[in-house]
């Protein structure tokens, strides 16, 4: 079992920056593709960023690419996400997930553990 925690969310101005963490707790993240996540209201999650195992490959979502940085430090058993140049429609609840068994994964239905979700709020 692996459990997550975000954290790091916030209000931020529009053309701000956010870092998000994603600790774990339970086993060891090493052998596990970190990813996240963000939802709005009435809408299903969104794929952002996910990172492979030993961090050496990563993915994103077009709507973030240049902007966002996903990372991990195995050793601290922690993700991260640098948000860079924030913009309104970032704003979501931003969750994190682990997954052993696909990279690059970027539908929900393939990741076994979740986070509670942090809240980031762009302001205009």
């Known amino acids: 079992q692996v459990q997550l925690v975000e954290s790091g969310g916030g209000l931020v101005q529009a053309g701000g920056s956010l870092r998000l963490s994603c600790a774990a707790s339970?086993?060891?993240?090493?052998?596990?593709?970190m990813a996240w996540f963000r939802q709005v209201p009435g809408k299903e999650r969104a794929f952002v960023a996910v990172i492979s195992w030993g961090g050496g490959s990563t993915e994103y979502a077009d709507s973030v690419k240049g902007r966002f940085t996903i990372s991990r430090d195995n050793a601290k058993k922690t993700a991260y996400l640098q948000m860079n140049s924030l913009k309104p429609e970032d704003t979501a609840v931003y969750y994190c997930?682990?997954?052993?068994?696909?990279?690059?994964?970027?539908?929900?239905?393939?990741?076994?553990?979740w986070g509670q979700g942090t809240q980031v709020t762009v302001s205009s």
């Open positions: 339970g086993r060891t993240i090493s052998p596990y593709a």
């Open positions: 997930a682990a997954n052993p068994r696909t990279y690059p994964a970027t539908t929900e239905h393939l990741y076994d553990y």
